[in-house]
């Protein structure tokens, strides 16, 4: 994709829509006039006696314990250097998104007009009473040490400058985990941290405070070496001056064991590397590019363990394994501060983290069967979600048993429960989909390509990996919408099917042969294969595509009617079926029937939730299913309830396995308390259901748009269930992100497909095997 493509991608993302990335809202019911009137006043003035009665209950009626300022003057922005608070304010709002979608703290980011360090110092000072801490971010050494300084010894809130402590606390994981793999001691290790800035200290701090000797940490700058008979040394770089006779990063590289690098793009050489000692660490931080590629470490030494600031390399030192979960567990306990205590929990609680069993989440998203303890994998994937549960308590522990908590924490086993019930899943379902297609992406044509949304979702997939898109359509069509779009489709297949004659013929032999006893000639097969679903699904069918998307401008059945001909539906399958998948708030749900049975019979509708059952183990969730009514457990008679009920009881005979329910009205159904107390012998006590079976197309379909327009839930479909080869049918009119999760969808079904159908060949080749030898 061309740079100004990409360019304007970026802007249009930041100015689509409400502008920015974040908005503040309420907690609390607004909606009647009594609300309104405990909200704000008279009723506000009970909260605020008790606050000035007791300071402390500032925590309890306010938001304050859950709220942290993102503060920057925009000195030090990302690569960007010192644009200005107004031009950093961008990237504090995404450090907001990242505080909320990682750990649920609320942030406001601020943006401080000011150079000067007691200016910057008195404001955020005063701004105390709002925030339950607060994240320096983005402000340039060396006034970055000091503004923190004077904060934490001024404030009693917790204080974090990221920028030097969540490099620090995530690489020194890293190190630890390194050492451990590489046989090395830390007090022992020759460590050259090439860089001077604010990371660099506080990583050369961290590392010294877990083990490793002053003496054997030799630190560069610009200039070379920092040498403790180097002229106007500042009292910064002076605490790693060294006295030994160093002057070059290649001479410091003699013999080195570790190499930190939080510089910049190639500055280390393959032939300083190889001066490294035995089983060297590399950590080469630099972004985008860092001092030495992974593919050159790596040819030059295979020994070496090599981690970086990249996503597309094994062990990415990502600030995020850190900061969001950090100062969750610093509120969580109204710490005072994040004291080196704190950090070093952190920091042990990341190593101690990278080896356990990975979940099987992780390795789907990374597309790994086995994802362990090695040298490509030193510390956790961004997307780990036991991340929250091992960080915070570990930190929140650490501040209770130094003395700077407020607020005690004594069930553990509790609160590790509440963190994962903050997050819930939402869209990191899609994240972990997302990862699983790129890791093996497979081929998409989209049927109606000459629209422009089809083919900015065609160019987001192709350039994100997630797909290897194939246009179905009129081509010079198709060739137009691109260019008066500056789109980026080179090197993309276009088929036109008034250009494939013989294509056109092939398909349709096979769909005569397929359906030439259901009324349909060869001359009528030729001039259905002209409808770009037929052609399409055929060519998923014949394995020139690996699956199938359309439906943007069709009704439904005119994109399902050509599947279900051509392809068929699955081995032991009688009846397909549709689900969407929400994003809510409360994590994901799916629902089904949404789109293809109308009023499914008992037998189909058993049929139907074993499909679904199926297919929402592909998304590594155990499905917990309700089959909805409106009755509870034959708290009314009629025909749906004696539906729903007859399919719940055929479904615990003939399929034990599945964790299913009904049948019961919707709101029991996800509100475990609910359930809980009127029907406590219900089999979904525990946790509330994740899979709603409705009892017809009506319910569904009015169930999943409602919540969507009201609910402000995401949907994802509607995913077509029970056909032999993936074809999957977009709402119409949908956006072009719900034409990327589509497509996403797609792939991981291929994925699926392909990976059942190798596991049963294996089994038949043992049975044959067998069979053989006796």
């Given at each position: ?323 969001p979960y950090i100062f969750r567990g610093a509120l969580d306990v109204r710490a005072t501060a994040i004291n ?323 049948e019961m009205q919707a709101n029991f159904a996800i509100n475990e308390s609910l359930l809980k107390d009127n ?96």
């Amino acid at each position: 994709m061309s740079k100004t493509n990409k360019k304007q991608d970026a802007l249009d993302y930041h100015s689509n829509g409400r502008p920015g990335k974040i908005q503040v809202l309420p907690t609390k019911p607004t909606n009647t006039q009594r609300d309104l009137s405990l909200a704000y006043s008279p009723g506000v003035a009970e909260p605020c006696l008790r606050i000035a009665e007791r300071k402390e209950d500032v925590y309890k009626y306010t938001a304050k314990g859950n709220l942290v300022a993102v503060i920057s003057n925009g000195t030090a922005v990302l690569g960007l250097g010192d644009i200005g608070p107004e031009a950093g304010k961008p990237v504090m709002e995404g450090k907001g998104l990242l505080f909320k979608i990682f750990a649920d703290i609320d942030v406001f980011d601020l943006e401080l007009d000011t150079k000067n360090v007691d200016e910057f110092v008195a404001i955020v000072k005063a701004l105390q009473p709002t925030f339950g801490g607060v994240n320096l971010e983005d402000i340039k050494a060396p006034e970055c040490f000091e503004i923190e300084r004077r904060l934490k010894e001024e404030m009693n809130i917790p204080v974090m400058h990221d920028d030097q402590h969540g490099t620090a606390i995530i690489s020194a994981a890293a190190l630890i985990n390194a050492c451990e793999l590489q046989k090395k001691k830390l007090d022992k290790v020759k460590i050259v941290v090439n860089g001077a800035g604010a990371a660099a200290i506080s990583c050369s701090r961290l590392y010294e405070s877990l083990g490793a000797r002053k003496e054997n940490i030799v630190m560069l700058d610009r200039s070379g070496v920092i040498r403790a008979d180097r002229l106007n040394l500042d009292r910064l770089k002076s605490e790693f001056a060294t006295t030994r006779n160093l002057h070059t990063l290649e001479e410091a590289m003699k013999d080195a064991d570790v190499f930190i690098g939080l510089s910049s793009a190639n500055t280390l050489s393959a032939e300083a590397l190889d001066t490294m000692a035995k089983n060297p660490i590399v950590f080469a931080m630099a972004n985008p590019d860092p001092e030495i590629s992974y593919e050159l470490a790596t040819k030059t030494r295979k020994d070496v363990i090599m981690a970086t600031g990249r996503s597309d390399y094994p062990n990415q030192v990502n600030n995020v394994l850190g900061f969001p979960y950090i100062f969750r567990g610093a509120l969580d306990v109204r710490a005072t501060a994040i004291n080196e205590e704190m950090k070093r929990a952190a920091v042990i609680a990341i190593a101690e983290l990278a080896k356990k069993p990975v979940p099987e989440a992780v390795n789907m998203a990374y597309n790994t069967k086995n994802l362990k303890f090695g040298k490509d994998y030193i510390i956790p994937k961004p997307n780990d979600p036991r991340l929250i549960t091992a960080v915070s308590p570990a930190v929140a522990r650490a501040a209770i048993e130094s003395g700077v908590a407020g607020k005690a924490i004594t069930d553990w086993d509790a609160y590790s429960e509440e963190l994962r019930r903050r997050l819930g899943m939402d869209d990191r379902i899609m994240r972990v989909v997302s990862n699983k297609a790129k890791s093996d992406p497979r081929r998409v044509v989209f049927a109606e390509a000459d629209n422009y949304k089809i083919l900015k979702a065609a160019q987001i997939v192709k350039e994100e990996g997630i797909a290897i898109p194939i246009l179905l359509g009129k081509r010079g069509l198709i060739n137009r919408i691109i260019e008066e779009s500056a789109l980026e489709l080179e090197g993309v297949q276009i088929i036109d099917p008034t250009e494939e004659t013989a294509m056109v013929n092939r398909y349709a032999e096979f769909l005569y042969e397929k359906r030439q006893r259901r009324g349909v000639n060869l001359f009528q097969a030729k001039k259905l294969m002209l409808d770009r679903n037929y052609f399409g699904a055929s060519m998923v069918q014949f394995g020139e595509a690996d699956a199938l998307i359309s439906g943007l401008t069709k009704d439904y059945a005119a994109t399902v009617r050509p599947a279900l001909q051509i392809i068929g539906t699955d081995a032991g399958v009688n009846r397909v079926a549709g689900m969407y998948l929400m994003l809510t708030k409360k994590g994901p749900v799916f629902f089904g029937d949404t789109t293809i049975n109308k009023n499914p019979t008992l037998a189909e509708l058993v049929d139907i939730t074993v499909l679904i059952h199926e297919a929402v183990k592909k998304f590594n969730i155990v499905p917990r299913i309700a089959m909805l009514s409106y009755s509870n457990f034959g708290s009314t008679e009629g025909d749906v309830p004696e539906k729903m009920r007859m399919a719940t009881k055929i479904l615990h005979e003939r399929y034990p396995e599945i964790i299913v329910d009904g049948e019961m009205q919707a709101n029991f159904a996800i509100n475990e308390s609910l359930l809980k107390d009127n029907f406590p012998f219900s089999g979904l006590n525990g946790a509330p259901a994740n899979t709603l079976v409705f009892p017809n197309l009506e319910s569904g379909n009015i169930a999943y748009k409602l919540l969507q327009e009201l609910g402000g839930a995401e949907a994802v479909g509607p995913i077509l269930l029970g056909l032999n080869k993936p074809v999957h049918v977009l709402q119409l009119g949908s956006s072009v992100r719900e034409i990327v999760d589509m497509v996403t969808i797609a792939v991981v079904d291929v994925q699926a497909k392909m990976a059942a159908a190798e596991e049963a060949s294996k089994r038949k080749g043992l049975f044959g095997r067998k069979a053989k030898s006796e």
